[in-house]
């Protein structure tokens, strides 16, 4: 007699239902910002451009890229036609570090910021269709800005900029098959799009000091805290198809027995890998996100080493205004030899010169980004190091902060590797992950790079960013056969 055993199955569920509400309780950790540049200042702040730890990895590329020919799953969020892709449960969790040292041509300083990343799950539904949840950072704000100068009439003023906070981005995505399975099996083509439902909230808090020198001057503070609460959108749609295959044929090794002898004989084995070109499209429409304004000035004294407000000039709480996000554009391509090696190349681009919130647009000009990012694993079966999937990128950024009649750049240059973990040896020092269809995977990133120029008396950041994630794979509801 044949039962379904499906105990197993909930117990898992449970365990990583578990595990995830406990990493979305650490999500209060997101109140650590993970960057203390003076440009926070401007817009949104500091915003996410590069993807889970793959994808960072490789540049911030992703548009084209699909998990259905790689195990162990991965999450990518970079375009939600990916998530039909999905084949098994992934539970995505990373940390960040980020150290930036500051030069303003005249002196140079250090800062470091350490933060949780980012938390994202997704699971197939059906064979044609995925979804995906998560919760990351959408833009990161902190920053302490001291300058002073000198007037004649008044003496010495002290100006004092600091800032803190940041959105953060809570999303539900989908993604399905437009292909039947049977025909992209026989055809290598594919068809899929999908969309994110996004809900962006945070606080961006900005304070301004302007102190006088003169002790008998009172002095001002205007405290701006801006809180953003609402939903957004962004669609996608992945096509692939089969450009060439190429037969790879070795000897493998195969002991017949009987009962008065054993004999070695070997075998040819072939292997059909297919080479894939796949195109990404993605598309985030322009939106009016609702939002609520805190503006607070008053005149202070300080005598000694404490304040003493004198006067409030305005006071305007939860004040309702909207957010003008502009649209997005994404085009991607990804060229791929099964497991072995991918090729990806990326360009997006916003329009935030029509971006505005309480009527200003601060001068932010349009922004773009390029990346190109390369993905290789030796192989299937070998030493560990064989195994391991390295990555490597590079990315240029033309941001969306225009100061002083420049607009600014960044480029940096990643790579990373990804290391499969409670994989047991098949011989001395030999692996086979072939074996596993649900290993996890410790995920490492790093990217150098720099932004800004100390021309124009303005501040350029050399920075070093570490991104540490953990990707878990398991099937939930698995049901399991056995006999009695």
Same mark, same amino acid.
């Given at each position: &007699? +044949? /039962? ?38 401007? @817009? ?20 084209? !890229? /699909? ?28 940390? &960040?570090?980020? +150290? ?28 044609? !269709? ?17 300058? %002073?100068?000198?007037? =004649? ?22 993604? *399905? ?9 026989? $055809? ?7 969309? #994110? ?8 808090? #900005?304070?301004? =000091? ?16 801006? /809180? ?53 499209? $993605?598309?985030?429409?322009? &939106? ?5 304004? =805190? ?36 085009? @991607? ?32 000009? #349009?922004? &773009? ?18 195994? *391991? ?59 150098? @790079? %720099? ?34």
């Amino acid at each position: &007699m +044949t /039962r379904v055993n499906t105990r197993t199955g909930y117990y898992k569920m449970i365990k990583y239902t578990c595990l995830f509400l406990f990493l979305l309780l650490s999500t209060g950790s997101f109140s650590q910002s993970l960057t203390s540049s003076p440009y926070s200042r401007y @817009g949104l702040g500091e915003l996410n451009t590069t993807g889970l730890v793959q994808n960072f990895s490789l540049g911030g590329a992703g548009i084209a !890229w /699909r998990a259905d020919t790689l195990t162990p799953s991965y999450i990518n969020i970079l375009n939600p036609a990916s998530y039909a892709a999905v084949r098994i449960t992934a539970i995505e969790t990373g940390l &960040m570090s980020n +150290t930036t040292q500051f030069n303003t041509g005249v002196e140079k300083f250090t800062l470091n910021n350490t933060s949780f990343a980012y938390l994202a799950v997704a699971v197939p539904i059906k064979r044609w !269709w995925g979804l995906s949840f998560g919760i990351l950072p959408y833009s990161n704000v902190g920053y302490k800005i001291h300058t %002073q100068e000198n007037r =004649d009439s008044i003496g010495l003023i002290d100006h004092t900029y600091q800032g803190t906070g940041g959105i953060n981005k809570a999303y539900l995505g989908s993604g *399905v098959k437009l292909v039947k399975e049977s025909y992209t099996q026989r $055809t290598g083509t594919d068809l899929s799009v999908g969309f #994110n439902a996004s809900y962006l909230f945070g606080a961006i808090n #900005n304070i301004r =000091d302007v102190a006088f020198e003169s002790p008998n001057t009172y002095n001002t503070e205007i405290d701006q805290t801006i /809180r953003l609460h609402d939903f957004a959108f962004d669609f996608g749609l992945q096509f692939k198809f089969r450009v060439d295959s190429v037969k790879k044929t070795y000897d493998i090794k195969v002991k017949d027995s009987d009962s008065t002898s054993h004999t070695v004989r070997k075998r040819l084995k072939t292997d059909i890998e297919d080479i894939t070109f796949a195109i990404g499209l $993605t598309y985030a429409p322009p &939106m009016g996100l609702a939002a609520t304004s =805190d503006y607070l000035e008053r005149t202070y004294l300080e005598p000694s080493t404490f304040q003493i407000f004198k006067d409030t000039i305005t006071n305007n709480t939860n004040q309702s205004t909207i957010a003008k996000i502009p649209g997005k554009f994404g085009i @991607g391509i990804s060229v791929n030899r099964s497991y072995r090696w991918n090729v990806l190349a990326d360009f997006t681009y916003q329009q935030w010169s029509g971006y505005s919130i309480l009527g200003e647009n601060q001068g932010l000009a #349009n922004s &773009m980004q390029a990346s190109l990012g390369y993905q290789f694993q030796p192989a299937l079966r070998g030493s560990y190091f064989s195994i *391991v999937r390295y990555r490597m990128g590079v990315r240029y950024n033309q941001t969306y902060l225009d100061i002083g009649n420049s607009q600014l750049t960044q480029i940096g240059i990643s790579f990373g590797a990804a290391f499969p973990v409670a994989i047991s040896r098949v011989k001395k020092h030999e692996y086979d992950i072939n074996l596993y269809r649900n290993y996890s995977m410790i995920n490492v990133g790093v990217e150098l @790079g %720099q932004m800004g120029t100390t021309s124009n008396g303005l501040i350029q950041e050399n920075y070093g960013r570490v991104v540490i994630g953990f990707t878990i794979n398991d099937r939930w509801f698995q049901r399991f056969k056995y006999n009695d």
